[in-house]
């Protein structure tokens, strides 16, 4: 079955320091879709990556980074030198094709992150 | 930009009402979804569906029922409303199970 899975509900950590959210995933399908987004306070999505099942390539993005493994089945997201902006809930999601294009997709827990001053 | 719209923000309802919680995307998606949020448990998905010719129940879909009778309208209905469907509701939708969802802001519905 189709499951998301992160295990940290929530982590704090000072401003300036590396954090890593973790994400595990289930999935029979070889095409599949993975997702992370952000939940600020205000309490709107907001998209910030996503990764088909056939890309294992790392990403980068500014202080974003994240590491797709499909040996383990993880798609963990890392935030350098952490900054209060940060402070969100964070959401990974995977999205399978269904039928005929149809789309199943699914969060996980969702891990809140606060960062300190 | 892609809009998803919520008819409302806030609801209260009775025990035992019926509810309708409606939800307009302008993109042309072929998918839609409906979703709560608890603390701690995440978004769950209570129903999804691609175009008006499939509705399919989500991981929770127990006591919700759906209706997508335009491909832009995707409705969610609460048959019989009780207290432990207090809630925040969300909908999103997309073009393609590869593409990102698209969400509402929400509507957060107590049923007291």
């Known amino acids: 079955a189709q499951k998301v899975t992160q295990a940290q509900t929530e982590i704090s950590v000072v401003e300036k320091e590396d954090v890593t959210l973790d994400c595990v995933y289930e999935t029979r399908d070889t095409t599949y879709y993975l997702f992370w987004y952000k939940q600020p306070p205000s309490g709107e999505l907001v998209f910030l990556i996503r990764r088909n099942s056939f890309d294992e390539q790392n990403e980068i993005s500014g202080r974003y980074s994240w590491n797709f493994q499909k040996s383990t089945s993880s798609f963990n997201f890392t935030i350098t030198a952490s900054q209060v902006v940060d402070s969100a809930v964070y959401f990974c999601?995977?999205?399978?094709?269904?039928?005929?294009?149809?789309?199943?997709?699914?969060f996980g827990q969702g891990t809140r992150l606060t960062i300190n001053p | 930009d892609v809009k998803v719209t919520q008819s409302s923000r806030y609801l209260v309802k009775r025990t035992g009402e019926k509810v309708f919680l409606e939800c307009v995307q302008d993109m042309d998606h072929e998918n839609m979804f409906w979703y709560r949020q608890d603390p701690g448990l995440g978004l769950r998905l209570i129903y999804f569906?691609?175009?008006?010719?499939?509705?399919e129940k989500g991981d929770i879909p127990e006591g919700y029922s759906v209706s997508r009778e335009k491909k832009e309208r995707f409705s969610l209905i609460l048959e019989s409303a009780s207290t432990n469907q207090t809630s925040m509701y969300l909908c999103?939708?997309?073009?393609?199970?590869?593409?990102?969802?698209?969400f509402g802001q929400g509507t957060r519905l107590t049923v007291v």
């Open positions: 999103a939708s997309s073009l393609w199970p590869g593409q990102e969802a698209f």
């Open positions: 569906s691609y175009d008006v010719k499939m509705k």
């Open positions: 999601a995977l999205s399978e094709g269904v039928i005929q294009g149809a789309q199943k997709l699914v």
